[in-house]
T-cell receptor
Framework: DAGVIQSPRHEVTEMGQEVTLRCKPI?????LFWYRQTMMRGLELLIY????????DSGMPEDRFSAKMPNASFSTLKIQPSEPRDSAVYFC?????????????FGPGTRLTVL | AQSVAQPEDQVNVAEGNPLTVKCTYS??????LFWYVQYPNRGLQFLLK??????LVKGSYGFEAEFNKSQTSFHLKKPSALVSDSALYFC?????????FGSGTRLQVQP
């Protein structure tokens, strides 16, 4: 297995533009997580899905952020409109075996810069 | 609410010496505790997990962690540090709301 795949690896955009980050979890995993990492706030859980259903989105900063998981092999995190304070590394992770407390496998991250 | 504290921003140790990276936690009920490691420009990698059973948990790359319920601690240890262990280490706790990460401790192993 190729592991968790994220695209793009780097994204530079201008304030006000829409940004879409993509994630392909490990095949067979039923949990998918989106995290954000910044120097100021560290690692934060944004949202997680179980069997494609959002379970906890209380970490999503505001309405500009939305996440979807249309099927078991694909998820998106969208920011619209983007702002400079959204600049961060966004990680996707997945875990399996029917439990949210199992080992999570992280993707390489998407480094987002909003100018 | 659940929380994790890593009191040291950085730990410096000489190669070959034992290392300890400290972590304390707060969570309702029985905790699931993890250590993850992050190398530069990479995602996090799982090292080890505690759920129940033996308080000494062995993980990847020779790391181990000791669960202490009375002190609510879960310190990461390794008997002999390698330069290649230099990275950012995160202690995490899983309670009702997925994973909560500590602030991270940067481990620097000097040759």
């Amino acid at each position: 297995d190729a592991g968790v795949i994220q695209s793009p690896r780097h994204e530079v955009t201008e304030m006000g533009q829409e940004v879409t980050l993509r994630c392909k979890p490990i095949s067979g995993h039923d949990y998918l997580f989106w995290y954000r990492q910044t120097m100021m706030r560290g690692l934060e859980l944004l949202i997680y899905f179980n069997n494609n259903v959002p379970i906890d989105d209380s970490g999503m900063p505001e309405d500009r952020f939305s996440a979807k998981m249309p099927n078991a092999s694909f998820s998106t995190l969208k920011i619209q409109p983007s702002e400079p304070r959204d600049s961060a590394v966004y990680f996707c992770a997945s875990s399996g075996s029917g439990a949210s407390y199992n080992e999570q496998f992280f993707g390489p991250g998407t480094r987002l810069t909003v100018l | 609410a659940q929380s994790v504290a890593q009191p040291e921003d950085q730990v410096n140790v000489a190669e070959g010496n034992p290392l300890t990276v400290k972590c304390t936690y707060s969570v309702s009920g029985n905790p699931y505790l993890f250590w993850y490691v992050q190398y530069p420009n990479r995602g996090l990698q799982f090292l080890l997990k505690y759920s129940t059973g033996d308080n000494l948990v062995k993980g990847s790359y020779g790391f181990e962690a000791e669960f202490n319920k009375s002190q609510t601690s879960f310190h990461l240890k390794k008997p002999s540090a390698l330069v290649s262990d230099s990275a950012l280490y995160f202690c995490t706790v899983m309670g009702r709301r997925a994973l909560t990460f500590g602030s991270g401790t940067r481990l620097q192993v000097q040759p």
